[in-house]
């Protein structure tokens, strides 16, 4: 393990130990969640002996053993330095760690010989847990059933994939998937300065709102008698800020014994259209729809066939559209995030005054938008940065519609060779002023149902992480303490 990894897993580790903290104050009642020192003790003894016993077996995990051995002796400490309460705090988050260090599939062989075999072939899926069949080995305590079938389903989702701390209650009935609440903190004043988003400072800012993000969502949404589940974003996204809501998500979930399951945050972006809000208008996609993803970290199309079959058709090989946005307003000194700038000053501009090149114009429905920023720094080169107003308009239009037109290009190949007359659009260039009227246009053209959901469910938001959490659990999945975050995680 080279120096810099060992120094990710020290600030991961600090990461999830705060998060589990900060997670953990949910419980019902703080002495409630384990029952006095002696419980303790043997949580601790059982979580270290885990842990040690998969350091022993895997000479990854050694590393890990490490830090986690550093907490162990900091708890020891804390018990005459702080006393048993804050002591009981270390150990607990010791033992969070070491479910999460623990090699995974190590773990589970072991726990479940009859799935070792799988575990052991590489990109073998793993058979889903479900209360029937799983015990959930690393959830203490066994968390209380779900509502049966047919009956509602409330659901907690936790966010905090990127630059939006987010929490969500959504409750799933027969009529559909209500936001109850629908909380999500921001942190772009923090990334400002930077032009993007900075991981470190991302993982710090999510570890400062997290509590206070559940607090409130949990509040407005019904209270802790409503809640049946616990989701959170477990991937793709930056890792330390994923851990510290996934962290989080399954630290509440522990305290008040509740179901837990992780979520694909792309799933969520996919399934985002079909929350409501009281009172909102509403317009579900039919299924099987062909839905386009594009954000800041993401722009891809998917062919959905239900709300759990989900299939990639095609991404971007380099940068995101929204990135592509982003870096082009660096460019200019429009400030971040520079998607919503170069929308208001397109407006104003005249599209045709400079154009710019589209790549993969073919048959493809992949994306490139690494070479629209080469462009725009050529032309800048040649040209000098916009000498007017207008001349700084006319520019922002240009790109706009190179990326526009790319987006809803691809977008309508793909609905025409899946043979599916619905599409969709999500993530935070949804809002794109230019997007919206574009894809009505060419789709009213073509004869395409469009759908286009409310703002808030296109940016980055927990609700849509509720709503999927619901749907997995439904079809069965649960999911333990030692689930990891995952910084890449294809859908489907
Ligand atoms: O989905 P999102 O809120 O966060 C993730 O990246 O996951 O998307 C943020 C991205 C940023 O790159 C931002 O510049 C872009 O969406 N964006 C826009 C607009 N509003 C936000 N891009 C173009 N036009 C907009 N109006
Ligand atoms: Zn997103």
Redesign the pocket.
């Known amino acids: 393990m080279g120096a810099a990894t060992a120094f990710g897993a020290a600030f991961a580790t600090a990461f999830a130990a705060g998060a589990f903290f900060a997670g953990a104050r949910f419980a019902p009642d703080a002495d409630a969640l384990v029952a006095g020192t002696f419980f303790d003790g043997a949580f601790f003894v059982a979580g270290s002996a885990a842990f040690f016993a998969g350091a022993a077996f895997a000479g990854a995990a050694f590393a890990g053993a490490a830090f986690a051995g550093a907490f162990f002796v900091a708890g020891f400490a804390a018990v005459f330095v702080e006393g048993a309460d804050f002591a009981r705090g270390v150990f607990r988050s010791a033992i969070t760690i070491a479910c999460l260090c623990v090699p995974r599939n190590l773990w589970h062989a072991r726990a479940h010989p009859a799935n070792g075999a799988q575990h052991r072939t590489p990109g073998a899926r793993r058979k889903p847990r479900t209360p029937q069949n799983d015990a959930s080995p690393m959830f203490l305590p066994t968390p209380r059933p779900l509502p049966l079938e047919g009956a509602s389903l409330t659901v907690l989702g936790v966010e905090s994939s ?1 630059d ?1 701390t987010a929490a969500s209650v959504v409750c799933v009935d027969a009529a559909g998937a209500w936001v109850r609440s629908d909380v999500v903190a921001t942190q772009v004043a923090e990334h400002a300065p930077y032009g993007g988003v900075v991981p470190e400072i991302a993982a710090r800012a999510h570890l400062r709102a997290v509590g206070p993000v559940i607090e409130r969502a949990v509040r407005d949404g019904g209270g802790w008698g409503a809640i049946d589940a616990v989701a959170a974003t477990a991937g793709p996204g930056l890792i330390g800020a994923l851990l510290v809501g996934l962290q989080a998500a399954k630290a509440v979930a522990w305290a008040r014994g509740l179901p837990f399951v992780g979520v694909n945050h792309l799933a969520g972006h996919l399934l985002a259209p079909f929350t409501r809000v009281e009172g909102e208008a509403f317009t579900a996609p039919a299924f099987p729809f062909v839905g386009l993803l594009a ?4 722009t891809a199309i998917y062919r959905c066939d239900d709300a759990s079959t989900m299939r990639e058709l095609g991404a971007t090989r380099d940068d995101a559209a ?2 592509a ?2 870096k082009v307003a660096k460019m200019l000194g429009l400030g971040y ?4 700038v ?2 208001r000053l397109a407006a104003r501009g005249d599209a045709d005054a400079v154009t710019f090149p589209q790549a993969l114009r073919g048959r493809s429905v992949e994306f490139s938008f690494s070479g629209l920023k080469t462009a725009v720094a050529t032309h800048l080169g040649k040209h000098g940065p916009p000498a007017t107003e207008q001349a700084l308009c006319d520019l922002c239009a240009g790109v706009q519609r190179a990326i526009v037109e790319t987006l809803v290009r691809k977008l309508l190949l793909a609905a025409r060779l899946e043979g599916v007359p619905r599409v969709v659009l999500g ?3 949804a ?3 230019g997007l919206r009227a574009h894809a009505a246009a060419e789709c009213a053209r073509a004869g395409v149902t469009l759908v286009v959901p409310p703002l808030r469910a ?3 938001n927990a609700a849509m992480i509720a709503y999927a959490g619901a749907v997995a659990l439904r079809a069965g999945r649960l999911d333990g303490l030692d689930l990891d975050a995952r910084a890449s995680w294809p859908v489907g």
């Open positions: 990127c939006e954000s800041g970290g993401h929204g990135e946005f982003d995030p520079g998607g919503p170069v929308d993530g935070g260039v809002a794109n002023r296109c940016t980055d």
